[in-house]
């Protein structure tokens, strides 16, 4: 199993330019969520899926958009650069079947988003 | 609303010597989550607390759960250099998949 995966790896954008940030699984997880994490402030929930065709907001979504449309995929779009969007970027998945389960989450490597 | 504060945030400590990370939450949490950050790196899940009392131990750490003073511990015993690195409590809101994260306590263990 590849696990969770994430591209690019790195990123620079000018501000205003749009981009899809990659996020892959093989664990046949339905949950997944993308986070924000920047320096002091732990990580930051940005938008997460309970499975394909189902999003719902985080803490921190604006400037984001998603969409699941199969169980593997959950890309992350910036829809219009801002400097305040540089950080670094985890997605993550977890099992979550019917009953009592864990909601271990799996965080994939991370993107670094520098935004000038 | 779950918050989640970590203390302390910055941790210098000497190899061989034990010492505790506090992390409190404001609200109740289903469960909460341990995690470990390596510079540039991801994170990596040491443990997940299910209910009171819950303790769980993974060589010189262990981690601990009291849902009633709404605090969970993590302990580092005889630290060695290894272990430095950044840590992470995180809560889950009861009721929803979502994981609030603690600031972090970065640990830094000097030989």
């Known amino acids: 199993n590849a696990g969770v995966t994430q591209t690019p790896k790195f990123q620079v954008l000018k501000t205003g330019q749009s981009m899809t940030l990659q996020c892959a699984q093989d664990?046949?997880?339905?949950?997944m969520s993308w986070y924000r994490q920047d320096p002091g402030m732990g990580l930051r929930l940005i938008h997460y899926?309970?499975?394909?065709?189902?999003?719902d907001q985080g803490e921190v979504p604006n400037g984001y958009n998603v969409s699941r449309s199969t169980t593997e995929d959950f890309p992350l779009r910036l829809l219009s650069a801002a400097p305040s969007q540089t950080s670094v970027y985890f997605c993550?998945?977890?099992?979550?079947?019917?009953?009592?389960?864990?909601?271990?989450?799996?965080f994939g490597p991370g993107t670094r988003l520098t935004v000038l | 609303e779950l918050k989640v504060e970590q203390n302390p945030l910055f941790l210098s400590m000497q190899e061989g010597k034990n010492y505790t990370i506090y992390c409190n939450y404001s609200?109740?949490?289903?469960?909460l989550y341990w995690y470990r950050q390596d510079p540039g790196k991801s994170l990596e899940s040491l443990f997940v607390?299910?209910?009171?009392?819950a303790v769980k131990q993974e060589g010189r750490l262990m981690a601990s759960l009291d849902t009633k003073a709404r605090l969970s511990t993590l302990h580092i015993t005889a630290a060695v250099h290894d272990l430095s690195a950044t840590y992470f409590c995180?809560?889950?809101?009861?009721?929803?998949?979502?994981?609030?994260f603690g600031q972090g306590t970065r640990l830094t263990i000097n030989p």
């Open positions: 607390l299910l209910s009171n009392g």
């Open positions: 609200t109740t949490s289903d469960r």
């Open positions: 664990m046949n997880h339905e949950y």
């Open positions: 993550a998945s977890s099992y979550s079947g019917g009953g009592w389960f864990y909601n271990e989450q799996f």
């Open positions: 899926s309970v499975g394909a065709g189902i999003t």
């Open positions: 995180a809560g889950l809101i009861q009721g929803a998949q979502k994981l609030v």
